[in-house]
Each structure stands twice: as C-alpha cells, then as structure tokens.
T-cell receptor
Framework: GAVVSQHPSRVICKSGTSVKIECRSLDFQATTMFWYRQFPKQSLMLMATSNEGSKATYEQGVEKDKFLINHASLTLSTLTVTSAHPEDSSFYIC???????????????FGPGTRLTVL | GQQLNQSPQSMFIQEGEDVSMNCTSS?????WLWYKQDPGEGPVLLIA?????ELTSNGRLTAQFGITRKDSFLNISASIPSDVGIYFC?????????FGDGTTLTVKP
C-alpha cells in the first residue's frame, strides 16, 4: 500500500498563533488530498479536498480563511490553522489518493495524524 | 448526500470470539473499504472491495461487497487483544469517500 506521512505528530501552541501541518505522500503521486478533523471517540469529519495545483474545496461549515490548505506539489499538502484558539484543539488527519507507476489508486491512504493542542 | 449506517457502534467481546460488523446505505457504491484506527493513529486500510458479491480475506479478516452494492460486512475471526480499535467502513464513488461512524471494538483477554 501507499505511505502517507504527517508532521508534526503533536503540537502545542498558544492561542492566537498559527500552526502548519504537513502531509506527504512518500511513494506515490497524490493527485488528491483530503484533510479530516476528529474529536475524541467520534468519526472522521471531512474538512476539505484539494487537487494538486488547484484551490481546495471546503466542506460546509469549515472556514477557508481559518484553515488554509495548500497542495502545490504531487507529494505535499499543508494545512495551516490560523490564529488558533482552544476550540481548534483536535486530531487532524490527512489522506491521499493518486497514482503510482501509471496505475491509479481507488483507495484513500491516511497519514498518522497530528494532535493539536491550543492553550 | 450519501450516508452510511455502520453497526454496531461498539462491541465488547472475549478473546477468541468472532466479530461481525456491517455498513448499509441507501446509495450504491462502486468500492467498499474497511479501515482500522488505533488510538492516536490514523486509519489503516484493511481490505478493499471492488465488485458486487466480492468476498476478500486478509488473515483473520474477511469482508464482502454486498450484491446490491449498498452494503458490506467485515468479520474478524478468533479475536486477539491487538484487534482493539475503531473500525470504519467507507463507500466510494467517483473519487469521493463516505465514511461510517465507526465500530469501537474492545477485546477482553
């Protein structure tokens, strides 16, 4: 299967600061990347979908100016939580699908997640 | 939009028992996926199903793509303590995945 990495795995920041989370596809070209948010004991909540080189498509209720997504290359997407507040504390997980060696994946592969704590 | 009903929400079983969970939808999906999420980790793909009626195994795990394309089940045989976690189903159409709410599995030694 394809490998997706995320960095950092944990981050603690002060209220009002911005935090950037990186998501990388290690052995395939991620044409589409997804960002999810997950609260304790709850399911995955899709925040946005991004295609390489295009603007991200945000789900209803997700503030695009608050959660900036950049997908500038086929192996890297970033999520920046701007002016973070305690209510932004959560587990953020990226996911990707794409191609490898000319074949397309029909599955989504997930990163290990980033635990954000805003004090 | 498309929605998945995943059941049961949680299961508490004894080590060695078999487990079954399923997902149903009012919509048709072209692909069904099953993931497992360990605490503090991202979901890991367990099994992918691509054709109606397909039955696929991965070790002690067996999953089936329902004939109607509106449902799928996952069975775990002879459960062990490391099977604990949250299991998610996902139906996929046209590059978009819809996830179930998850089944939390607890295995007592």
């Amino acid at each position: 299967g394809a490998v997706v990495s995320q960095h950092p795995s944990r981050v603690i920041c002060k209220s009002g600061t911005s935090v950037k989370i990186e998501c990388r596809s290690l052995d395939f070209q991620a044409t589409t990347m997804f960002w999810y948010r997950q609260f304790p004991k709850q399911s995955l909540m899709l925040m946005a979908t991004s295609n390489e080189g295009s603007k991200a498509t945000y789900e209803q209720g997700v503030e695009k100016d608050k959660f900036l997504i950049n997908h500038a290359s086929l192996t890297l997407s970033t999520l920046t939580v701007t002016s973070a507040h305690p209510e932004d504390s959560s587990f953020y997980i990226c996911s990707a699908t794409g191609t490898s060696g000319g074949s397309s994946y029909n599955e989504q592969f997930f990163g290990p997640g980033t635990r954000l704590t805003v004090l | 939009g498309q929605q998945l009903n995943q059941s049961p929400q949680s299961m508490f079983i004894q080590e060695g028992e078999d487990v079954s969970m399923n997902c149903t939808s009012s919509s048709i999906f072209n692909t069904w996926l099953w993931y497992k999420q360990d605490p503090g980790e991202g979901p890991v793909l367990l099994i992918a199903l691509y054709k109606a009626g397909e039955l696929t195994s991965n070790g002690r795990l067996t999953a089936q793509f329902g004939i109607t394309r509106k449902d799928s089940f996952l069975n775990i045989s002879a459960s062990i303590p490391s099977d604990v976690g949250i299991y998610f189903c996902a139906g996929r159409n046209a590059g978009k995945s819809t996830f179930g709410d998850g089944t939390t599995l607890t295995v007592k030694p």
